[in-house]
Each structure stands twice: as structure tokens, then as C-alpha cells.
């Protein structure tokens, strides 16, 4: 089996890398120079250059707040690259496998977790951009694919949550962090683990994909805090007293029953796999 991975430098790609190479794959991957994605041709060249099997896109324009005002750039990427991917896989009969958000979703659900069945409606420019290139994908007749959502995903690398917190803390006599946004943190180990059950099992459509239980970003931190032994005061805060450009949703944590029943598995906790990754 062939893989080619899109958007070589970031954390999930990273763990796939990591993966595959354990495994003895074989598999070729670009970085966003190498190979953008929101340009077709070149897309189209590096498909049928290599002709893989399974196509990973792990690229993606993920700076929250300034999507706002660089929208353009966020659709580029994760609606017309989804796109051209799409065209490609189709051209080259490959399976394709993209990653999407919790952000797709407004946030207001009051009894329960988000399902896949629940109605989308994002409140910012990159859930917006997100949910377009799911859309591309869902629209078409083509059914080589899998879709993941996922959410507050950490691993190797700095555009996430951990990493920010463990700067901010260098730098700052206490924190404040947001009690009133609520998701689940999930680890790209998690992810790429079952994403590569889900090819070996033929799994097609779209998924939530996250660790399980939910957090606030406080909970989050503190326990991050804990694994880390570090002693540092955190102060609970509404999220409103950032102002951030982007709207969040409060709470967007999704369920992932579906794809452990239909996979026959046990997902760890997000404060379980925070202790296995942390201290490893
Ligand atoms: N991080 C998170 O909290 C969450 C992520 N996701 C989704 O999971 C997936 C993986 O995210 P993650 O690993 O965290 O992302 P990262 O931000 O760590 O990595 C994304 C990579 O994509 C590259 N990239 C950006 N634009 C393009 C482009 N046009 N063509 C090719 N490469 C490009 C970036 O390169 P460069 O930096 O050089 O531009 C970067 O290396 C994405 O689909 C993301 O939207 C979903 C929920 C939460
Ligand atoms: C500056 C600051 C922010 N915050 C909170 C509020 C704010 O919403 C949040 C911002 O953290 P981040 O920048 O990691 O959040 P954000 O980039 O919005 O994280 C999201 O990224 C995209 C890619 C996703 O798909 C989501 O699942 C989610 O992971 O942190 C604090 O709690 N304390 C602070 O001092």
C-alpha cells in the first residue's frame, strides 16, 4: 500500500510519519512548499507521479483568528485544496482521507454530545472554510473517502493549545484560562491509530474522531499543569475577556460512539491519554 501524505511539517503529519516508518510503509510525503495544495496542477503532477493508494491530507490553514481577516487564505486551503485533492484521488482512483473540526459546529447543543447527524453552523471563517471542503467531498459521487472531525488535537509541534499554554506560563506570574469553552483534547496519537484502522476495516463517510470525556481549556491546563509538575497559579476566566477575533463555540465536544462501534474499540479518555503522551 502507498501513501502520500499532504502537509508534511505539521503535528499530525508528523505522527503519521512516525507511524509508518515503524511499520515499514511505504510512503512519500511534501511539506506546503513542496507541494501547496490549493494548486491543482501540481497536485495533479505529484498524484500521478507517485500513484498512491491512500491519500492523507494532513495540510491545513489552522490560525483561527486570523482566518478572520486572511479568509481567502483559509478557503484556499481547506475548501479549494479539499477540492483539488478530491479531483485527484478520483483521476487516480485513491482513497482519500481528510481531517475536519469540532468548529463546524455553533456550540448551543444542550442535551449532549455532537453526533454526526447533528446540523453544522460555524460561527468563524475557519470553521466556514472547513466545512465547505467537507462539503466538496460529500456532494460528489465519489465514495473512496474518509472525513474526521476532530478537536483541540496536540502532538509534536507548536499550533497547539499545550505547547501555547507551556510559553505562556514561562512568561507570565499566573494564567488565566477559559473555563467556558468546552471540546475534547485528543492526541494525534489517537489519531492516526484509528484512522489506520479505519483503512484496514474499508471504513468510508464521515467520523467523529476524538479521545473521550470532555474539558474545559482550565481543566485542560490544569491538568497539563499536574502531569508537569509545574506550580503555577491558573486562574478560571470567561473566554470574553480576550476579545479574540474569531467567535468560539462554548461547547463542541463530539461524541465518538459511532466509529467505536463500528470499529469494535475502546477510545482512551482525554485525561488518560494526556498522562501516556506527557510523560513518554
Ligand atoms: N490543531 C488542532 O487543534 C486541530 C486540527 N484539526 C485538523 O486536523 C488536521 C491536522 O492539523 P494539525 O496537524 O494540527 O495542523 P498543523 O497546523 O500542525 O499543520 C498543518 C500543515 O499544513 C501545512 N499547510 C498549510 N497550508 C497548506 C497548503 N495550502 N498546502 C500544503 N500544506 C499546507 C502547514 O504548513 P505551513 O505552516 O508551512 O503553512 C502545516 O505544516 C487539519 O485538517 C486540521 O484542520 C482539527 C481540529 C483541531
Ligand atoms: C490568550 C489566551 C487564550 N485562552 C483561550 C481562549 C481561546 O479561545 C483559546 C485559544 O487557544 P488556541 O489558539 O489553541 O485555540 P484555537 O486555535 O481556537 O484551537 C482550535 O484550533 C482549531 C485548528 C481547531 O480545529 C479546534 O479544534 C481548536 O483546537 O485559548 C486562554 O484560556 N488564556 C489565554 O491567556
Redesign the pocket.
Known amino acids: 500500500m502507498k501513501y502520500l501524505i499532504l502537509g508534511k511539517d505539521g503535528q499530525l503529519s508528523r505522527e503519521f510519519i512516525k507511524k509508518l516508518e515503524n511499520k515499514k510503509e511505504n510512503f512519500k510525503a511534501f511539506n506546503h512548499k513542496e507541494c501547496d495544495i490549493s494548486d491543482l496542477n501540481k497536485v495533479l503532477q505529484v498524484v500521478d507521479d507517485y500513484k498512491p493508494d491512500i491519500i492523507l491530507n494532513c495540510a491545513?490553514y489552522?490560525?483561527?483568528?486570523l482566518a478572520e481577516k486572511n479568509f481567502f487564505d483559509a478557503y484556499k486551503t481547506n475548501a479549494l485544496g479539499v477540492k483539488n485533492l478530491l479531483l485527484a484521488s478520483e483521476k487516480q482512483n485513491a482513497f482519500l482521507i481528510t481531517y475536519s473540526?469540532?468548529?463546524v459546529f455553533d456550540g448551543t447543543k444542550e442535551n449532549g454530545l455532537y453526533t454526526e447527524e447533528d446540523e453544522t453552523n460555524p460561527l468563524n471563517e475557519?470553521?466556514k472554510s472547513?466545512l465547505t471542503g467537507e462539503k466538496w467531498i460529500l456532494e460528489s459521487s465519489y465514495e473512496k473517502f474518509l472525513i474526521f472531525r476532530?478537536?483541540?488535537?496536540y502532538g509534536e509541534g507548536k499550533?497547539?493549545?499545550i505547547y501555547?499554554l507551556l510559553q505562556?506560563a514561562k512568561n507570565n506570574e499566573y494564567?488565566?484560562?477559559?473555563y467556558d469553552?468546552i471540546?475534547v483534547p485528543t492526541s494525534t496519537k489517537t489519531i492516526v491509530e484509528i484512522t489506520l484502522k479505519a483503512i484496514e476495516n474499508r471504513l468510508t463517510g464521515l467520523y467523529h474522531l476524538t479521545n473521550s470525556g470532555y474539558a474545559s481549556?482550565?481543566e485542560w491546563?490544569k491538568k497539563v499543569f499536574d502531569i508537569k509538575n509545574i506550580n503555577k497559579f491558573i486562574k478560571p476566566?470567561s473566554?470574553e475577556i480576550?476579545n479574540?477575533p474569531?467567535k468560539?463555540p462554548k461547547f463542541?465536544a463530539m461524541s465518538n460512539e459511532k466509529i467505536k462501534y463500528l470499529l469494535n474499540i475502546e477510545i482512551k479518555n482525554w485525561e488518560e491519554e494526556l498522562e501516556e503522551v506527557l510523560v513518554l
Request: aromatic share 20%; no cysteine; charged share 20%.
Open positions: 491545513a489552522n490560525l483561527v483568528d473540526t469540532d468548529y475557519y470553521g472547513k476532530t478537536s483541540w488535537v499550533q497547539n493549545f501555547k505562556w494564567l488565566k484560562i477559559a469553552e471540546s481549556r482550565y491546563a476566566v473566554s480576550f479574540l474569531a468560539r463542541s
